[in-house]
């Protein structure tokens, strides 16, 4: 696993877990686990995650925003998609080189009712639907995600 990916994944556990009131609190928790980053770093990272800061009686606190995470998520799917082709049961998308397992997770993931599954190899996904009339509206869906507009 990537270091960025390590740290952003310890850094919402770290979250759900600790009420954490400002980011000199987080920054030394990743200390202590080894991650010795910097406030501008963390900074960044919280933004790629949709981390919010929030204000419930009286005391400030980070959560991580789910829609705006969400949103973020499905912008970075879409730059790693490169095509989508389709015929009258299936359909294929193209992707970077090693990102097609990330795409399919993250189609599984939406639980979508329209879509059966995924299998993602190294760089193509086959997905497919539920039924064949739903071809065109998943396309229309993948479509959206390439072009950076999230609609989930």
């Known amino acids: 696993m990537p270091a960025k990916l390590k740290r952003q994944t310890r850094i919402k556990e770290l979250l759900q ?6 980011q000199e609190e987080l920054l030394h928790l ?13 900074s960044r990272d919280f933004a790629e995650l ?5 204000n419930s009686d009286g005391h400030v606190r980070y959560l991580l925003d ?13 730059f790693e998609i490169l095509s989508v082709q389709f015929n009258e049961a299936m359909i294929v998308i193209r992707t970077l080189a090693g990102r097609a397992q990330g795409v399919a ?13 995924t299998v993602g190899g190294d760089d ?8 064949v009339e739903n ?11 390439m072009y950076k507009v999230p609609s989930y």
């Not at 949709?50 to 929030?54: C, E, F």
């Not at 789910?66 to 879409?78: F, M, N, P, T, Y």
């Not at 071809?135 to 995600?145: C, P």
Request: glycine share 8%; no cysteine; hydrophobic share 50%.
């Open 135 to 145: 071809i065109a509206s998943i396309v229309a869906f993948i479509k959206k995600m």
């Open 124 to 131: 193509t996904v086959l997905l497919i639907p539920n039924k």
């Open 50 to 54: 949709g981390v919010i800061r929030v």
């Open 105 to 117: 997770h993250f189609i599984d993931r939406l639980n979508r009712e329209d879509i059966i599954g």
């Open 30 to 42: 990743l200390k202590a686990e080894g991650f010795h980053i910097t406030q501008a770093t963390l």
């Open 66 to 78: 789910a829609d705006e995470s969400g949103k973020h998520i499905a912008r970075l799917v879409g």
């Open 17 to 22: 877990t600790y009420i954490v009131a400002n």
